[in-house]
């Protein structure tokens, strides 16, 4: 599913999945189901501000130098599928009485005009009838249904050509994410986690198939704020010891833990809530059967294990590996534990190959 599809002849996967984020540029690109090439920039404070792109010159220029300045060389293919992010689509799972294929177009239709505050004519939308997640015995049709402004994407389109590449798809970062880590075989109810720089994102997905999507503001800024208020310093010096010594280290001394413990407790509460809403509110599934997190905060070793004591679940480090088609099931020119940070671009990719 994509708000934008373009038909190429024989790209295979010579394709470049970007992800413009809030706060940086990811980009990738694979060969045989193996990272061959990936970028990244971080994104300045001026060009994007509180979640909207304030200098579109400034972040095609980004997005050039993150193509032809990749490791451990340039990308040469043009042709990229990007993802818009969770905040910026909308994407709902709907229910409908057993009807004929123009009918179906028509609920989606009402159901897009229903929940978000813009007229069909003023987004580009896509749907896909899903009943193979639930009982086909209730006599009703399942419809994902994904949306995004034109607005939004037309901006999209135009940074990337004005970086001089072609934009041959554009989909959610929540479908992207689902791609990358989820297992083919997965039958289950996974709640996937991107614990972010300025925010942390939810995404459900059943059988592999996003249904449900949020986000909260406690993110790892959240955390570098709370370093900065406790020692009395700027957020850039808060910033640039929460770097050089990572967060892991925060846990081995109570007086530096208690600067970032708040922050924690408060994630661990909004996912709690997060997963009481999607089961008792949404009632899509019976269970949360897995929690796989991905971000950048992934890689700290003792915020999974906190999350997962007081949340009393398993919790997995997102292996970007599962998703990829490769025999070789290997990242020569990157680190895992660097690799999950690019997800969401990984994810991008390997749509060329369904």
């Given at each position: 599913m994509?708000?934008?599809?373009?038909?190429?002849?024989?790209?295979?996967?010579?394709?470049?999945?970007?992800?413009?984020?809030?706060t940086?540029?990811?980009?990738?690109?694979?060969?045989?189901?193996?990272?061959?090439?990936?970028?990244?920039?971080?994104?300045?404070?001026?060009?994007?501000?509180?979640?909207?792109?304030?200098n579109?010159?400034?972040?095609?220029?980004?997005?050039?130098?993150?193509?032809?300045?990749?490791?451990?060389?340039?990308?040469?293919?043009?042709?990229?599928?990007?993802?818009?992010?969770?905040?910026?689509?909308?994407?709902?799972?709907?229910?409908?009485p057993?009807?004929?294929?123009d009918?179906?177009?028509?609920?989606?239709?009402?159901?897009?005009?229903?929940?978000?505050?813009?007229?069909?004519?003023?987004?580009?939308?896509?749907?896909?009838?899903?009943?193979?997640?639930f009982?086909?015995?209730?006599?009703?049709?399942?419809?994902?249904?994904?949306?995004?402004?034109?607005?939004?994407?037309?901006?999209?389109?135009?940074?990337?050509?004005?970086?001089?590449?072609?934009?041959?798809?554009?989909?959610?970062?929540?479908?992207?994410?689902?791609?990358?880590?989820?297992?083919?075989?997965?039958?289950?109810?996974?709640?996937?986690?991107?614990?972010?720089?300025?925010?942390?994102?939810?995404?459900?997905?059943?059988?592999?198939?996003?249904?449900?999507?949020?986000?909260?503001?406690?993110?790892?800024?959240?955390?570098?704020?709370?370093i900065?208020?406790?020692?009395?310093?700027?957020?850039?010096?808060?910033?640039?010891?929460?770097?050089?010594?990572?967060?892991?280290?925060?846990?081995?001394?109570?007086?530096?833990?208690?600067?970032?413990?708040?922050?924690?407790?408060?994630?661990?509460?909004?996912?709690?809530?997060?997963?009481?809403?999607?089961?008792?509110?949404?009632?899509?599934?019976?269970?949360?059967?897995?929690?796989?997190?991905c971000?950048?905060?992934?890689?700290?070793?003792?915020?999974?294990?906190?999350?997962s004591?007081?949340?009393?679940?398993?919790?997995?480090?997102?292996?970007?590996?599962?998703?990829?088609?490769?025999?070789?099931?290997?990242?020569?020119i990157?680190?895992?534990?660097?690799?999950?940070?690019?997800a969401?671009?990984?994810?991008?990719?390997?749509?060329?190959?369904?």
């Amino acid at each position: 599913m994509s708000f934008l599809s373009k038909k190429v002849v024989s790209f295979s996967d010579d394709v470049i999945g970007l992800d413009i984020g809030a706060t940086s540029v990811k980009a990738i690109h694979l060969e045989d189901g193996v990272i061959k090439n990936y970028g990244f920039r971080d994104i300045p404070n001026s060009v994007i501000v509180n979640g909207k792109i304030i200098n579109e010159k400034k972040l095609s220029e980004i997005v050039n130098i993150v193509i032809n300045e990749a490791k451990p060389n340039k990308m040469k293919t043009k042709k990229v599928i990007c993802s818009i992010s969770e905040s910026k689509s909308f994407l709902r799972l709907i229910s409908v009485p057993t009807m004929n294929q123009d009918e179906l177009s028509e609920a989606v239709k009402w159901e897009i005009e229903a929940n978000i505050p813009l007229s069909v004519d003023q987004v580009y939308y896509d749907w896909k009838v899903i009943d193979d997640i639930f009982p086909k015995d209730d006599g009703r049709v399942h419809i994902l249904v994904l949306a995004a402004a034109k607005k939004v994407v037309k901006q999209v389109l135009n940074i990337v050509d004005n970086a001089g590449l072609e934009t041959i798809g554009i989909e959610s970062e929540s479908t992207a994410l689902v791609r990358a880590l989820s297992d083919d075989k997965n039958k289950k109810t996974v709640l996937i986690i991107e614990l972010g720089r300025n925010k942390t994102t939810f995404v459900f997905a059943i059988k592999n198939v996003p249904c449900f999507t949020s986000s909260i503001p406690v993110s790892e800024q959240m955390i570098v704020s709370q370093i900065a208020k406790k020692f009395n310093v700027s957020n850039e010096k808060a910033r640039k010891l929460e770097e050089k010594n990572g967060i892991n280290s925060f846990f081995e001394d109570e007086y530096l833990f208690s600067s970032i413990e708040p922050a924690l407790k408060n994630l661990v509460s909004e996912i709690e809530k997060t997963i009481d809403f999607y089961l008792e509110g949404l009632r899509y599934s019976e269970a949360v059967d897995e929690i796989i997190v991905c971000g950048k905060m992934s890689k700290e070793k003792n915020v999974i294990t906190y999350l997962s004591k007081k949340l009393k679940r398993e919790i997995k480090v997102g292996n970007i590996l599962a998703g990829l088609n490769s025999d070789k099931k290997v990242l020569p020119i990157i680190k895992r534990e660097v690799a999950i940070q690019y997800a969401t671009a990984i994810g991008l990719t390997l749509d060329c190959n369904e």
